[in-house]
């Protein structure tokens, strides 16, 4: 279904009258553009609404006109009902709440008054033609972001000075870069979010971005290397075995449908997280799991959800996923859209070294990148 088809069906099932989006995520999903002004606040500065028969847009006069001329890119401007409120005069919130008749039920993805909440997380999945052609073009420009800054590392740079060299090379390809981690020898073999600090590099470091633009997210993780450690080329093999587990195990979910382990029918992240923690086990590392998430879907959210045992989340198709697994100081992670054809890594180059990853106990191999090493 289309995007206008997923809402028309979700005002039927719920009873709904309307439904609003102001958050930046769900509002770039049904939009294509962005509603963002100050980045401290959940919500943005407009909000979108159907109603089963309109797209309405909400916002005050400072911005009205500025989204309606350059956020909007997969709507009809013309066809888009249009509430400017004076800026002094009301809330967002408040606006969106004057738009819903007193005998109406509406429900928003902020909280309004007299208005349910939702949750747009299924409503985004899978992903439209239009989002994996976008997905494709950002997975690209993330990953040679990444790792143009990457060859150009030395030991003795900060961690906060890679950070920062990061951010910039996204933002000039107008991508914007919600988390940033990088970590270096001596943080990364004790924290496996390895926020950055003054520490030098030192010996190797693991540098991991969840990048976003329009609204989708794209995470990766590059490891450069100056002395490495003996262990780190067999952990890192380890973890990308893992990962490549994981995506088969994605495929064989989200199409054919597997058993968890439980007895539980397969299409679930349970399903596919019982075949991480084989992974795991089969690879030398047992329990591994249990450090840090292993990551889950990615698409209008860094993670729409996070595997856990157990977990009921249906595994869809086409959609974006993005597993991260560690193993005691190495991380493999990218992300990858599944699809009835295949699994495709987004954030990837030919100007990485790779290695061909098999995964445990199922018919997959992919080239997952390895350690850049850089002379000291």
Known sequence: MDKHDRLEAHLESTGLDSVWFARPNAFAWLTGGNNVVDREGDAGVAAVGYDGTEITLVANNIEADRIVAEELPDLDADAVSVVEFPWHASSLAAA?????????????????????????TALRQPLTERDRERYRDLGEETAAAVESVCRELQRSDTEHEVASALRVALSARNIETPVVLVGGAERVQRYRHY??????????????????RGGLHASCTRTVAFDPPAW??????????????????????????ETDGSGTTGGTAGAVFAAIQDAYDAVGYEGEWRHHHQGGAAGFAGREWIATPGHDAPV???????????????????????????????TATDRWPTMTATAVDRDLELERPVPLVREA
């Open 96 to 120: 969106i709440a004057d738009r819903v008749g007193p005998d109406e039920r509406a429900a928003a993805d902020i909280e309004v008054p007299g208005l349910e909440r939702v949750d747009p």
């Open 195 to 212: 926020t950055p600090t003054e520490a030098e590099l030192g010996d190797y470091v693991l540098v991991s971005v969840t990048a976003e």
């Open 232 to 257: 780190l080329e067999e952990r890192h093999r380890a973890a990308a075995r893992v990962e490549t587990t994981a995506l088969a195990a994605t495929q064989a979910a989200a199409i054919d449908g």
């Open 316 to 346: 869809e198709a086409p959609m974006a996923y993005a597993w991260n697994p560690t193993v005691q100081g190495a991380k493999s992670e990218d992300t990858a859209l599944v699809t009835d054809d295949g699994i495709d890594v987004l």
